[in-house]
């Protein structure tokens, strides 16, 4: 068995939660003092180098405040872009629904010859649904259908 | 009367954090070192660092609104410094570990020159590069810790703050990170 401190009593150590004894054997044993020292000024080094690096690159790069309202003002600038096409795919649809009608108004009375105007207006007249209501009447079964079946007229 | 220095600035606002962000360019000034230094020893090259301590403050900027104050400014940057590190890890480890290896012979003898010998210097090199060296074999938490302990002098409160674990977890995670850079660097033969 060892005499010295194990990993996880160095650890400990380090991290200030050693119990007493571990603390009078490193005050005792010069070779887990040394041990110690050394890793903490290893740990020391490291954080004096990276501070000294950090420090020196700020003090020759000054925060660039306007990069980082361009870069605020980028988000915006993309935002009212997106903002823009949404509105844009909104009402061309839109736009496009309102022209269809047009289109069919526009073919209905292109007409101009009197004669042809009545045939069509004699059409309309003789339909027994409205026009738009045709398609439902495939829907209804014919009297013939209904027979067939056996269906109550 | 409005304070002219940062330090007053800062010094006024002490009571109430939140008064910080009411002049965004001081408070770049006041913890961009921080900022800046937890992130390149988190990511190992200077220029993606700066990108990031960019991106912290503005996404800060931009959340300001739902600061409360229940901790430091310093603790709530570490805090989106802390995600951007693991997004950014996370959407291109590959790429980080690539490009982490390939910056480390550049980025680490680059420190300034404080005056010491050219043999100091070397030794000096070689222990940070070693320390450096270790914290990328932790795991991301446990580096995490690590660096906010003993890199920007948080205690466990702060830390447990930041990276939104309890202390007890903190506590766990920095043990395993000594205990695990220890054993990268091993005793003095």
Redesign the interface.
Known sequence: MSDHLSEDQFAKCILGGSTRAELQHIRECPECSIELERFEKMLSLFRTALRDRIDDRVASHPPDETSLRRREAGISTVRWAWVTAAIVALIIPMFMSEKKPQKVNEQGFTETNPVAIMDRVNLHLSRTVPAPMEPMMSLIPSDELISNSGGVR | MKPSTTSGFIALNMGNPALEFEDF?RL??QY??RV??FL??SVGD?DLA?TLT?DC??NA??SRGSFRGDCSVHTWLMRIAINLVRNHTRSRRFQFWRKARRVDSNEIH???D?GISPEDRTV?DE??Q???EATKTLSEKQRTVFLLR??EDLDIAEIAQSTRLTENAV?VH??RA??GI??R?G??K
């Open positions: 360019d770049v000034q961009r070192t800046l230094r390149f020893a200077m700066e960019q403050f503005l900027y931009k680059d420190w300034p404080r000096v222990q940070v070693e320390v450096w003993f890199l506590n920095l043990f000594v205990r220890r054993k660097l005793k003095q």
